[in-house]
C-alpha cells in the first residue's frame, strides 16, 4: 500500500498561472480532503468529498476548485494562482468524515 | 474565527516526564476528537481519538481527557520520550466539518 500519494513535492508559480496539485490514495476511502498548512494557523479544510461525484467546500474554498471521479483520485486545483496561496498543501483520506485520517506527505507550493 | 485552539505554541520537558498539551474548543456541535502528531516534512499521523460521549481514552503512553463542560480537551504522554518531539494538533469533528487548532511544538530533551 501507497497510502496517500501527492505530486508535486514543491512548485513555484507566478501570480496568475494555474495548476493541479495531485493526490491519490489506494486504501478504497470514501472520504477525501484537501487542507493548507499556515504558520500560527493549524490545518484548514479546503474542500472534500465523501465519495466519487461528490465534493463539497471547507473553510478556506476560494481560489480552488475540485473534483472526484474517481474514489482514489482528488486534485486540487489553483485557477490563477496568488501570493495568498503560499502555503503547505496536505491531501487526506479516511473511511469517515472525522474518522483516523491518513495524511500525504505535502506539497510546498510558493507564489511569486 | 477559531473554534479550536491550541494556546501553547510550544512546550518542553524533560525525558521520563509527562507531557500535557491542551487544546480548547468553542462549538458545542463538535462530537469527536483527535490528536495527530506531525514531524517536519511530513503528512500529520493519527495519535488517538475520543467521542464526546466518553471523558478518557487510553492507548499505551497516551491518554486523552475530555471535559465536555469546560470545551476542553488534553493529551497527556507519560513517560515522554525524545522521538515524541514533533508537533501535535487536536483536531474536533462535527457536521461533516472537521477543524484543527495551531499546533503545539513538543520538545522532550534527553
Known amino acids: 500500500n501507497a497510502g496517500v500519494t501527492q505530486t508535486p513535492k514543491f512548485q513555484v508559480l507566478k501570480t496568475g498561472q494555474s495548476m493541479t496539485l495531485q493526490c491519490a490514495q489506494d486504501?478504497?476511502?470514501?472520504?477525501m480532503s484537501w487542507y493548507r498548512q499556515d504558520p500560527g494557523m493549524g490545518l484548514r479544510l479546503i474542500h472534500y468529498?465523501?465519495?466519487?461525484?461528490?465534493?463539497d467546500q471547507g473553510e478556506v474554498p476560494n481560489g480552488y476548485n475540485v473534483s472526484r471521479s474517481t474514489t482514489e483520485d482528488f486534485p486540487l486545483r489553483l485557477l490563477s494562482a496568488a501570493p495568498s496561496q503560499t502555503s503547505v498543501y496536505f491531501c487526506?483520506?479516511?473511511?469517515?468524515?472525522?474518522?483516523?485520517?491518513?495524511f500525504g506527505p505535502g506539497t510546498r507550493l510558493t507564489v511569486t | 474565527d477559531q473554534q479550536v485552539k491550541q494556546n501553547s505554541p510550544s512546550l518542553s520537558v524533560q525525558e521520563g516526564r509527562i507531557s500535557i498539551l491542551n487544546c480548547d474548543y468553542t462549538n458545542s456541535m463538535f462530537d469527536y476528537f483527535l490528536w495527530y502528531k506531525k514531524y517536519p516534512a511530513e503528512g500529520p499521523t493519527f495519535l488517538i481519538s475520543i467521542s464526546s460521549i466518553k471523558d478518557k481514552n487510553e492507548d499505551g503512553r497516551f491518554t486523552v481527557f475530555l471535559n465536555k463542560s469546560a470545551k476542553h480537551l488534553s493529551l497527556h504522554i507519560v513517560p515522554s520520550q525524545p522521538g515524541d518531539s514533533a508537533v501535535y494538533f487536536c483536531a474536533a469533528v462535527g457536521n461533516n466539518d472537521m477543524r484543527f487548532g495551531a499546533g503545539t511544538r513538543l520538545t522532550v530533551k534527553p
Open positions: 487526506a483520506s479516511s473511511f469517515t468524515v472525522g474518522g483516523e485520517q491518513y
Open positions: 486504501m478504497n476511502h470514501e472520504y
Open positions: 468529498s465523501v465519495g466519487a461525484g461528490i465534493t
